[in-house]
């Protein structure tokens, strides 16, 4: 670790401003994410993290944090819950530790995510951290069933999890979700654009009306293995 100190001296005490850096630490299937997120129990985090900042000391006493954590070469493996995400990247940025606010706009995105048979890839949330009851969220995108989910911007309430927010679908494969989800014995090509609205209450989660269409511009195909039915 690395820190340096500035010490200012008034008639209303003493003040003080300083710096530090923590080099890039090395967790290995680290039980950390339990430690603090009691859901997260059995969960292990693997990753490099490096954290730097600032830290104020006023002359009445009151202290204060400002400083970035960035994460890289991150893996979080759940196996009690079927999930696996990989090269998980991102920097959160803060201007008060204290009051839990953000300084502009922070971002995580991984590679790949594993849920039971699901394949996630290509993830981003871009988020602000609005102090410990709000977390605005300006971008969630990511790449499911060959096709592209994003959210628009929306606003979390905290700890009651409660939001409104608009999923939009555009070019997911028909065939992609057939396949995995054994619909049916046949074969459905196509690709689907949607919209669905979702509200989220105390971590239940309720659907509005939307739409799916299919994509005009790629073609669309069934077939159907009837073994004899019409003869």
Known sequence: ???????????KGISSTGTFQLEPIRFRNSDILSRYFPEFQ???????????????LK?????????????????????????????????????????????GLSEFIFGQMTLNDLDI???????????????RLEAVEMTVFGGKFSVDPFSLSLPKMNADLVLHMKG??????????????????????GMLPISVRNKRISLGEGFLDLDSSYPA???YDAKGIFT
């Open 221 to 223: 195909a069934l077939s």
């Open 1 to 11: 670790m690395r820190s340096s100190q500035r010490l200012v001296f008034s008639e």
């Open 172 to 193: 997911v494969g028909i065939d992609s979700i057939v396949e995995s989800l054994a619909l049916f014995n046949g074969k459905f090509d196509g690709r689907l654009d």
């Open 42 to 56: 059995g969960a292990s985090f693997s990753g490099l993290i490096t954290v730097e900042g600032r830290i104020f």
């Open 121 to 135: 890839t290509e993830g981003r949330v871009s988020f602000a951290l609005k102090g410990e009851e709000e977390i």
């Open 59 to 103: 002359s009445d006493g009151d202290w204060d944090v400002a400083g970035s954590l960035i994460l890289e070469e991150g893996i979080i493996s759940y196996p009690e819950r079927n999930l696996k995400i990989e090269g998980l990247k991102g920097k959160v940025t803060l201007s008060s530790l204290v009051n839990l606010q953000s300084e």
